[in-house]
């Protein structure tokens, strides 16, 4: 049998937010590769062999997919959520980009509900106008150039989902984000904290920019900021589809 290459999102973590052809590329695979995080969320079975790895080591666990695929097996690559948000879809490209050879394999990227999605259909609406998506981690970029994207997103008025907004290896860039934020958009502006989203853990609050501390986030929160025109409405958020 010829092999293939699925890069799979298992969406945002509830069991019933992983698609239907996600669930059928999961049960013919030979070999499930990934985050140690996102590999144990694959039941194990028999014939399915798990490779899990460090979150550091992206392109290499790429390339070994590449590899088993070419030798005739058939591997789901797995990210959370969306696999083309800030996943391995991207790595799995760069290292085709080195071994021209593989890409005439069989390779297909498989869409998830990415986090920023989930998060805002839990919280109301907030992302209902134009948005943008930043990865507030500076691992793969510099934090200026970090800092210069949320500046003009400011300026262009576009509601904006973090994602990695916080972790333990760099707790002072999200300080510096929600100073320059609350500079840039006013202290009245809404921003939703989302934790977790779709999982037994989930916790949601909205507050102002005023209100918002970074110990609200963590690398399980996706965090929403509204526009200039996003509000409340009972006990959602929303953000009307209509500009001005
Ligand atoms: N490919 C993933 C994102 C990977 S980056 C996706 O499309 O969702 C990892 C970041 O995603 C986390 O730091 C957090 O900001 C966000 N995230 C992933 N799952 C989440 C969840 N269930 N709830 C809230 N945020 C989540």
Known sequence: MSGW????????????????????????ATD????????AR?????????HASDNRVEVERATHALEMAAEGRRVVVVSS?????????????????ARPEWQALDIRILPGIT?????????GAPLGHDFCAINLSDNLKPWALIEKR????????LAMAFY???????PEGFVRALELLREACGPDRLVTF???????????????????????????????????ATRRVGRWVYTPRSAG
């Open 150 to 157: 949320l500046r003009l997103a400011a300026e262009a008025d």
């Open 194 to 228: 989302a934790r977790a989203v779709s999982t037994p853990e989930q916790h949601l609050r909205t507050v102002t920019l005023a209100e918002a501390t970074p110990e609200m986030a963590d690398m399980r929160t996706v965090v929403i900021l509204g526009n200039s």
């Open 81 to 97: 959520g969306d696999p083309g948000v800030f996943a391995m879809a991207s790595a799995l490209f760069e290292a085709l980009e």
């Open 42 to 50: 694959v039941a194990e079975r028999a014939g399915l062999t798990l």
């Open 5 to 28: 290459l699925v890069v799979a999102g298992l969406g945002p973590g509830a069991e019933h937010l992983v698609t239907p052809e996600v669930s059928a590329a999961l049960a013919e």
């Open 32 to 39: 499930v590769a990934g985050y140690i995080p996102y590999v």
């Open 115 to 123: 986090a920023m999605l989930a998060a805002a259909a839990a919280a």
């Open 164 to 170: 990695n907004p916080r972790s333990k290896s760099r």
